[in-house]
């Protein structure tokens, strides 16, 4: 009876919200609203997909020790609409915000053209995500045998406060490296190939000191929305058919990792992608769909639909509390709340105290409130939407980590990612006034420099 409503909802959902994407993409416009929508696309929607056309979400195998379950449909139908009905929620947003401002005869601000300087802001950020990135790295012991997560999770736990602001300092900085280098290249400064290299040996860095992929796929994601708003469909096409390779790397990936930093030598990546093919079952289209998509979110979510309120209690805001109380030190605190990826980790790994999970946007607002979030879904959205777009005063760093910042939303937890912003916003502030700007103006504008002349002719032609 529930696939009557479940099916239509997700047409419906994907249909409409695909369409808001490419609409604002060939009307240039980027912000934190397209990468929530995007993000939901791609960490919920695309799973959820395989869910109703197979009618399972298998476990992933690493994933066997938890008590999370296998999904099928059968068993989770209400789950599933409850999660479709929330999406539907952000659709209407979206539609609600369109109509406006056509009554109101107003446009949404496109990106600006080429107007400032990125060079320093790029310099600066890469030297300090390398910087503190090394950092982790060496404290972690990774490069003489530390484990991928693990050891770091260990350095960040014995340095208390300060690893907590290091961890995000490398996370803001990276961000800040790929906004900022695509800026350049949207002006003109930095030719497509140059931009694809350097974006490349940034990823692989990443790849191999953190172990983690997110960088990687913010990178893709972001690179995809950038050719669709210059509409280059040729380069989307050969992009296209290198991410089927890359998503077979990327699902390798996750096994190799454990055992890329086990001693220096290239023998430990051999045992890693060996480890991988005996390990990974992956036999079809839908088992790739989902390692690429990390469809463990999505059993997270749906098992969360199903145990709150029954089971366990709703936090009623606890772990978006948690950003008041980011920075002070757990020894002084014992009880301070946690976030949302350790609190839902503990319940289905009672005895693993390192592991975290992520439970998307939606799931941590459930977690929280129930129902009561359907109301609550518009106003976080327009929180997010306008705090993305004014503490960064340059409109195109701001369009651009917006996008970036929005799709983090949907994977990450709230108090993390709202923290990780207001340092970003700092952060640049501090950039700015390595250049002798006032406090007001934090635009970044280049003085005495002309706007470069085949970004401009490229502006034009759009006009």
């Known amino acids: 009876m529930l696939a009557y409503f479940i099916y239509p909802a997700y047409i419906l959902a994907v249909s409409y919200l695909a369409f808001s994407l490419l609409d604002s993409a060939m009307r240039r416009r980027l912000g934190a609203f397209q990468g929530l929508i995007f993000g939901t696309m791609y960490f919920v929607l695309v799973p959820m997909g395989v869910l109703l056309v197979t009618g399972k979400l298998p476990l992933p195998k690493e994933f066997g020790a938890t008590s999370l379950p296998d999904i099928t449909l059968e068993n989770y139908g209400v789950e599933t609409l409850s999660i479709l009905l929330f999406i539907l929620v952000l659709a209407v947003l979206d539609f609600s915000l369109r109509v406006v401002r056509k009554l109101k005869k107003t446009k949404a601000a496109a990106l600006p053209p080429p107007q400032a300087d990125y060079s320093l802001v790029l310099l600066i950020s890469f030297l300090t995500y390398v910087a503190a990135d090394l950092y982790y790295f060496t404290q972690a012991g990774l490069g003489s045998g530390g484990h991928w997560y693990s050891s770091r999770a260990d350095v960040l736990e014995q340095s208390g406060s300060i690893g907590v602001l ?20 949207l002006d003109g400064k930095v030719r497509f190939a140059s931009f694809i290299a350097l974006l490349s040996l940034v990823c692989v860095f990443d790849l191999y000191t953190t172990g983690n ?33 890359l998503g077979m790397l990327m699902n390798l990936f996750r096994y190799i990792r454990p055992f890329m930093h086990s001693t220096l030598s290239f023998d430990s990546i051999v045992l890693g992608y060996q480890f991988a093919l005996d390990y990974n079952v992956s036999k079809g289209i839908a088992d790739f769909i989902l390692g690429i998509t990390e469809s463990v979110n999505m059993n997270v979510l749906l098992e969360i639909m199903r145990i709150f309120p029954d089971k366990v209690a709703f936090y009623g805001g606890e772990t978006y509390a948690k950003l008041v109380f980011a920075f002070i030190p757990r020894s002084l605190w014992p009880d301070k709340p946690e976030s949302i990826t350790v609190q839902i980790a503990r319940l289905f790994v009672p005895s693993e105290t390192e592991t975290s999970f992520a439970s998307t946007m939606y799931g941590e607002m459930y977690a929280n409130f129930g ?42 937890a709230f108090s993390d990612t709202v923290l990780s912003f207001i340092l970003t916003s700092i952060f640049l502030m501090l950039i700015a006034s390595l250049r002798h700007l006032s406090s007001i103006d934090l635009s970044f504008i280049a003085r005495g420099r002309g706007v470069d002349r085949r970004s401009q002719k490229r502006e034009d032609r759009r006009s």
């Open 371 to 412: 129902y009561f979030s359907f109301m609550l879904i518009t106003v976080l959205v327009l929180f997010i939407t306008l705090m993305t777009r004014f503490a960064v005063r340059d409109r195109k760093l701001a369009s651009l980590a917006g996008f970036v910042y929005g799709i983090t939303f949907v994977r990450m």
């Open 166 to 185: 290091v961890a995000h300092f490398i996370f803001i900085s990276r961000i800040l490296v790929l906004c900022s280098l695509s800026s350049m290249y």
């Open 213 to 245: 992929r997110i960088f990687t796929f913010l990178s893709m994601s972001l690179i995809l929305f950038i050719m669709l708003m210059d509409r280059k469909f040729t380069t989307i096409a050969v992009l296209g058919l290198v991410a089927v390779p």
